[in-house]
DNA sequence: ATGCAAATGATAATCGTTCTTATTTGCATT
DNA sequence: AATGCAAATAAGAACGATTATCATTTGCAT
């Protein structure tokens, strides 16, 4: 159990909420998880927290650097523990199911065009929306 | 005036006030607008309209394909008119406003990772939150 | 001019998220 | 181990964007 550290060094107190929380993301299958899918799935595990409080805790986490927040359609946000790398995501519209991948061209060439339209990129996303091309779509929800 | 063929040829009906939503998009200064601003800038022009004929015109020229929807950071859906031609988008983070780029070694870049991947790409967005590197901010609001 | 389906406007409802506030908890100190 | 207090929580109200409901109005073919 590292994960109190976790929190104390993100200048988080350890409250089992936040314990919750954290541990679902480091044991989900799912790595992609919204404010809605932590609430039920905490709720399922017999977990008695507020809703409001896994917002402000994911809320928490991203300041912390523990999470990082996208914004796929749909309007909702969602969540993924931040590894330290940077990765663009394919979304299969099948499943829902979120893969990640890096491309150092695609990267390259976003700041070339950044750069030479007179601006300095801070943030940047890139969803693909696609079909699972093999037969049946091997990523159940 | 060919706007009502427009509307027919798509299979709407010429009402006032979709003529006056797709008037603004042709002639508004800012390409992309939300609901809201296309509601308050015809209300400003002594326009009556409701918000909710604002928000079903605005879905109809999306599904008819006269208008593009985009979802940038914040939530709210953002329109432009749908030139036929496919580019991404670089968001001012001073000001707002969206400059537009297309780059063809990004789109086949990613191409070649979502095919790589057993994916076939239905849709896109690439969105780039930047700072604009002149001493001031040319894009008012 | 007439009729009727389609479109509108006002408003209620919904959804995701944030705010408010009274209560509870973590944890440092006795 | 008991105490105190700031920080965190839970419940529900509030919020902003969007969608649904439904009675009234409008476009347009007859």
Redesign the pocket.
């Known amino acids: 159990m590292h994960q109190?550290e976790h929190?104390?060094s993100a200048?988080?107190?350890?409250?089992?909420?936040?314990l919750k929380v954290l541990d679902l993301f480091e044991n989900s299958k799912e790595r992609h998880l919204?404010?809605?899918d932590v609430y039920k799935q905490l709720l399922a595990s017999g977990?008695?927290?507020?809703?409001?409080?896994?917002?402000?805790?994911?809320?928490?986490f991203e300041q912390a650097g523990l999470l990082v927040r996208h914004?796929f359609e749909?309007?909702?946000?969602?969540f993924e523990l931040n590894k330290g790398d940077h990765h663009d995501h394919i979304v299969c519209l099948q499943c829902g199911h979120v893969e990640e991948f890096h491309d150092p061209a695609i990267e390259s060439r976003q700041q070339k065009v950044a750069t030479g339209l007179g601006f300095a990129i801070r943030d940047h996303s890139l969803h693909i929306y696609a079909d699972c091309t093999k037969k049946k779509c091997p990523h159940k929800r």
């Open positions: 109190p929190l104390k200048g988080l107190k350890s409250t089992l909420p936040r919204s404010a809605e977990e008695d927290v507020g809703l409001a409080t896994v917002y402000r805790v994911l809320t928490q914004h749909g309007g909702k946000s969602v």
